[in-house]
Structure formats: structure tokens, C-alpha cells
């Protein structure tokens, strides 16, 4: 079921929690950020949770549009105020795939031993907001800009190839998104078959099975 085949209800639940699971994911990434000593992020605002400073306009309509994968708009980290830049860029993008599997693990607490007790439009948003958690968490451990998979490619990169690596990082957005539109539209609704959608299907259940038998 896609965007546009939901009533209103599942309209509105599908976006707050779109809302709420990108803002933890991206007020995450500023807060460590300013942890490890970069107060960049926090001085444009990004140490907070409105909703509203953490849209991206691209990520948000791709993610409307698949109902699959997206993204919030990055965190700007500036690494030479880190002690350690190469780790602590990569600990400042982990932070916010790991926030939403963390937030991910408490929904799933609320939903194993209270969700009898719900209202189900209640019920219905946290099933929502576990499921898009996780889903944000595994597409964000992907390797390809924006996503902080690709910043955390910095640990593993050879020095001789940085140059080369922040290429990937600045030019590689663009690329990204028309490869993930054609999986989508052309390889999804012509050929009937979506690369991206059939490993993040596969990953989510499995890692919504391991978060679920956790609680």
C-alpha cells in the first residue's frame, strides 16, 4: 500500500510519524556532534527536536513518493573542531541510524506488553513509528550519499583516497537519487521488481523480528 491508497487517518499517522522518526534521527546526529566538540550544528539550531529544522524537501518527497526510502536534511559537521576527525565523523553519522534502532526497541516495548490495552488509532501510530524507525536505521547504513552508511566509509578509506572519497561524498547525491527513482518507478512498476525494495523488505522483517523478540 502505498501514500496516495491510505485514508486519512493512516494520512496523518504516516506523517507524524515520518516526523517524529526523522527529528530523533537528525537531533541525534546534531547532539553527538556537539558532544565530540563541534558546536556547528547546534549553533544553526540543530540540537532540537522541531520537526521543522530537519526536513529535507528532496529526501522527504522521495520518501512519499517510495514509501520505502528518504532522508532528513544533513547535519552540517565540520570535522576540524574534532579531536579525531575521521572517527568522530563516523560516530556523528552512526548516531542517527543507531538513535532510531534504539527508539525502534522502546516502540517495540510499548507495542509487545501494552498494545492490548490501546486505542487502535493509537496502536496504529506506534506500529507505524516501529516500522518506519527501523526502516530509516537499515536504509541509512547504506554506503551511498547522503546516507551516513557513506560517512562512515571514512574509516576503512585509505588516506591516498580522500581526496577521491570526498568526490564520492559532495557529487554522489545526485546520482544516488535518479538510481533510486528508476529502481523504483521503472525497475518496481515496469519490470515488476525493485532492487531496493526487495533488500530492505528482507532487512526490516528480520531486524523487526530481532527487536521484537528482544522485548
Known amino acids: 500500500m502505498g501514500f496516495f491508497q491510505m485514508d486519512v487517518w493512516q494520512v496523518i499517522t504516516f506523517i507524524l510519524a515520518l516526523l517524529a522518526t526523522l527529528t530523533f534521527h537528525e537531533a541525534s546526529h546534531a547532539l553527538v556532534a556537539y558532544y565530540l566538540g563541534d558546536p556547528t550544528a547546534k549553533m544553526e539550531g540543530r540540537v532540537s527536536f522541531n520537526p521543522i529544522r530537519h526536513l529535507d524537501p528532496m529526501g522527504t518527497l522521495v520518501f ?44 517495540a516495548l510499548l507495542w509487545k506488553y501494552l498494545g492490548d ?37 571514512g574509516l576503512i578509506i585509505p588516506r591516498a583516497w580522500y581526496s577521491k572519497y570526498d568526490d564520492y561524498l559532495e557529487n554522489g547525491v545526485k546520482y544516488f537519487v535518479v538510481i533510486i527513482l528508476i529502481d523504483v518507478f521503472i525497475l518496481g512498476n515496469v519490470l515488476g521488481f525493485s532492487v531496493f525494495s526487495y533488500v530492505m523488505q528482507f532487512l526490516h522483517e528480520r531486524v523487526s523480528t530481532i527487536l521484537l523478540l528482544g522485548t
Open 117 to 153: 490495552y490501546m486505542w487502535a488509532p493509537l496502536l496504529l501510530f506506534v506500529q507505524t513509528l516501529f516500522h518506519m524507525n527501523v526502516f530509516l536505521a537499515i536504509f541509512n547504513f547504506f554506503p551511498f550519499p547522503p546516507l551516513d552508511g557513506s560517512k562512515v566509509l
Open 64 to 107: 512519499l513518493i517510495t514509501w520505502t526510502v528518504g532522508w532528513g536534511k544533513p547535519v552540517p559537521v565540520n570535522p576540524r573542531n574534532f579531536k579525531h576527525p575521521v572517527r568522530d565523523s563516523a560516530l556523528v553519522a552512526l548516531a542517527g541510524p543507531v538513535s532510531n534502532l534504539v527508539f525502534a526497541f522502546v516502540i
